[in-house]
């Protein structure tokens, strides 16, 4: 038990040894300029520093904070809307083309709308936010809940359920994996999303601190805030499947 | 058999019924009546396709008939109640529950009343009477087929139907789960009499269980016979060395197989052009 923890720990591991292992070849076989490339130790300290004297976790916590909220409004939008969309077809045939049509429109392209619309406070970035999860939500649960097989539906009706008791003790369980992975979806889109919202004068933030470090051609400081947004980003799924895992042990296939 | 009491329980008259498709009308059943009597058990039979489950289907509640009617109890069928039990052949068995609470789903349901002092009980009854005790707090997932098909069994025994509707329900286990499958559902309707309307394609098993065959013809199904199974219950697996068993598994084996060849035959090459 403990060496099968073991290992799947170190197997874990091993590509990040390799991915640092990388950084240093490509900086130390002389292809390309070493001021392009800082060195994994030099942006760690970089990292120390800004943790300490610039508030690093600030910005950690605002960006975070961002997704987080964009993210929660998007799916709470996305379930309903989803789920009425897979549940009745006549509703997808009108519906279909409109969500296809807003899905393909990137984000960042509508930024100048949005500081129209919305000025230039938090209120513009959750928007691009709620946006980009809102329509990566709505595609998986419209998908999801249209696969659902009316079996299960029709089980419950000879056992002598309500439409009420139908709704509650048949759609909404078989629902949940489907809102779950929305959210997963979702989360991912909105990380990929935040620097494109924190181009909107954004005083902190990850996405903000690489605008301005790229003005200042900082890169220290840019990769510090890549590997941060990963991080949490890594994080947050994580925790995400540990929930899911727990929701859906029923499941054939469990996520471990 | 029991013609002391014959309380008629179902009732097709002159039930026909359509599907519009892309290419005309297409008559699944046509102008079928009999009766399903108090605790008669019935097993239909008939060539795939042919309509068999379609007739199930309208007494369930799933479908309406086109003409004709489908009446349970007296009145017409408009749609599924807890009175009239289904176990469907892809069992159905709610994998996000575990065995016990798959159970214990109909019970507490309100259209049935099941006090909640008498829902563990019933549980724990419907798990020993089906072998499922060591399992009750499993899910689906780690059930084999031939379990799963005890579940969707005691599930719907659960909330006490006093009529249950089978579709094929062993087709999809190997023969021996299906013997045993069969005993056990002729064990238990001899302890809880139940009138039982079987859809199946298996000559033996037809025979075996039921009380009455009712044989329908390859697609539009109709009536071609109706036959008296001459056996007494309690039956067990020796009635099937008897020669007058292999005597009427003969006989309807030849009138299924005769409308298998008048379905293949209908089936000309034109129609695979598809």
């Not at chain 1, 076989?29 to 130790?41: K, W, Y």
């Not at chain 1, 979806?185 to 690489?210: C, F, K, N, P, Y």
């Not at chain 2, 997932?141 to 089978?166: D, E």
């Not at chain 2, 039956?235 to 298998?260: A, H, T």
Request: hydrophobic letters at 50%.
């Amino acid at each position: 038990m403990d060496g099968s923890v073991a290992r799947r720990f170190l197997l874990g591991l091993a590509p990040w040894v390799g991915a640092v292992a990388l950084w240093y070849g490509v900086r130390w076989s002389g292809f390309v300029n070493e001021s392009l490339i800082p060195a994994p130790h030099q942006v760690a300290a970089k990292f120390v520093e800004l943790l300490l004297k610039e508030g690093l976790l600030v910005d950690v916590f605002a960006s975070t904070r961002r997704v987080f909220l964009g993210v929660m409004l998007g799916i709470a939008a996305a379930v309903p809307v989803g789920f009425l969309l897979g549940w009745y077809r006549p509703a997808r045939t009108f519906a279909d083309p409109m969500i296809n049509f807003f899905r393909a429109l990137p984000p960042i392209a509508l930024i100048p709308l949005v500081i129209v619309y919305f000025g230039v406070d938090e209120m513009a970035k959750l928007v691009i936010l709620f946006y980009a999860s809102f329509f990566a939500g709505v595609i998986v649960m419209y998908e999801g809940v249209s696969q659902i097989t009316p079996l299960y539906i029709r089980v419950a009706q000879t056992l002598g359920a309500g439409e009420f008791e139908i709704f509650r003790k048949v759609i909404i369980p078989l629902t949940v994996p489907h809102i779950l992975t929305a959210l997963r979806v979702a989360l991912g889109v909105a990380w990929a999303t935040l620097v494109a919202s924190e181009l909107i004068a954004a005083q902190r933030g990850l996405g903000a601190m690489i605008q301005n470090a790229s003005t200042y051609f900082l890169l220290d400081v840019i990769y510090v805030g890549i590997i941060c947004i990963g991080c949490i980003a890594l994080i947050m799924d994580m925790i995400l499947r540990r929930i899911s895992a727990r929701l859906l042990v029923w499941q054939e296939r469990a996520v471990a | 058999m029991s013609t002391a009491s014959t309380i008629h329980r179902a009732r097709f008259d002159r039930v026909s019924l359509e599907f519009a498709t892309p290419k005309g009308t297409l008559r699944v059943v046509d102008d079928v009546s009999y009766d399903i009597n108090d605790g008669d058990f019935i097993a239909v039979i008939g060539p795939s396709g042919c309509g068999k489950t379609t007739m199930m289907s309208m007494l369930a509640g799933f479908q309406k008939p086109t003409s004709g009617k489908v009446l349970f109890d007296g009145h017409p069928v408009t749609g599924p109640g807890p009175e009239r039990g289904v176990i469907f052949q892809e069992y159905g068995v709610f994998p996000w529950l575990t065995v016990k609470d798959n159970i214990a789903f109909g019970l507490k349901l309100k259209a049935n009343h099941v006090p909640v002092a008498e829902r563990d009980q019933i549980c724990e009854h419907y798990l020993a009477l089906m072998g499922l005790s060591d399992f009750a707090n499993s899910y689906p997932k780690h059930l084999s087929g031939g379990m799963r098909q005890r579940l969707a069994i005691a599930r719907a025994y659960a909330v006490k139907p006093q009529f249950l509707l089978m579709d094929e329900p062993f087709g999809a286990l190997d023969a021996q789960t299906r013997a045993n499958m069969q005993n056990l559902l002729l064990k238990v309707l001899a302890t809880e009499g139940k009138t039982v309307m079987l859809i199946t394609h298996s000559v033996e098993e037809a025979i075996y269980l039921a009380s009455r065959i009712v044989v329908v013809t390859a697609r539009p199904a109709r009536i071609k016979e109706i036959i008296e199974v001459p056996f007494a219950y309690p039956r067990d697996e020796s009635l099937q060395e008897r020669p007058e068993f292999g005597e009427l598994r003969s006989y309807i084996r030849e009138l299924v197989m005769s409308e298998y060849r008048a379905q293949q035959a209908q089936l000309s090459p034109a129609s695979f052009s598809e």
